[in-house]
């Protein structure tokens, strides 16, 4: 088994569930508040340890409660903590309402996770050195992500970008990805192409591949995912679960995929694994909470 660096976010998720979400200016009385470890970057760092992959973690939170709530969750969950440390201002926060149809909206406060420098990656670059995969997403600086990638592909590693939240990326950034992981909504953002249709999406996925990635999974929530690189293309069904809450997702399906390429599972069946991943994960409230073990998986039945 390979290991995996993941380098990215770590939120404290501070949830209430509503029967619709808000209008400006609306006040809603909603659920039970709760508090829930998130972040995109540990949320895949935890579904790769739960999948039973090796994995540290590169990140920033801050000197406080959360922050510390946050690293024991990941000691907990056997994600290597040695790269994560204290910035001097607070943990990153997310403050996320659920919908009765299991749909999301997320406001991030980044916090510390905006204080990982270029300097943090020079400094715990041994995490890089000593794996074969790095994962990264976007809640961190964007010139820490663009240094990250550069770092990795110059020591030959294996680059997974999960472009969320979405932005417009530079060229320097897109050729250092060997595999990037959008949805939809990011795919538009990144290719500056509006998605209407499903030729739309082969559009953009083939703006992506003219300007160096190497292979893109982009995920489609209830109805599945597509892959695609210079050479072929293909369609993966997703399994038809009721759905309860679908923060983290995409979270769970990037970390499967990871632990699966780990793994040396063909992109085909890293594919089905990762669905089935997502699919469970939905099945769950909350971030972390909601993300699969390794036996709940091949227990999964369909
Ligand atoms: O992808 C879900 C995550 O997005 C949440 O855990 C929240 O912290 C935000 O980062």
Redesign the pocket.
Known sequence: MKNICVIG?L???LVVNVDTMPKPGQTLLGGNFKE?P???G??QAVAIARLDGRVSMIGKVGNDSFGKTLVKSLNDDNVNTDYIHEADCPT?V?F?TVDKNAQ?A?V?APGANFELTKNDIDKNIDCIKNSDIVVIQL?TPLETVKYALQVAKNLNKYTILNP?PAVKLDDEIIKNVDLLTPNETELEILSEMKIENEDDISKATNKMIEKGVKELIVTLGSKGSLYINKEKSFFKSAYKVDAIDT??A??SFTGALAVALSNNKSIDEAMDFASKVGALSVMKEG??SSLPTLKDVESFIV
Do not use: Y
């Open positions: 976010s939120n404290m998720d829930v998130g972040g995109k540990a949320n990153g997310a996320i999301n997320i991030v809640e969320a923060t983290a995409g979270d971030a972390q």
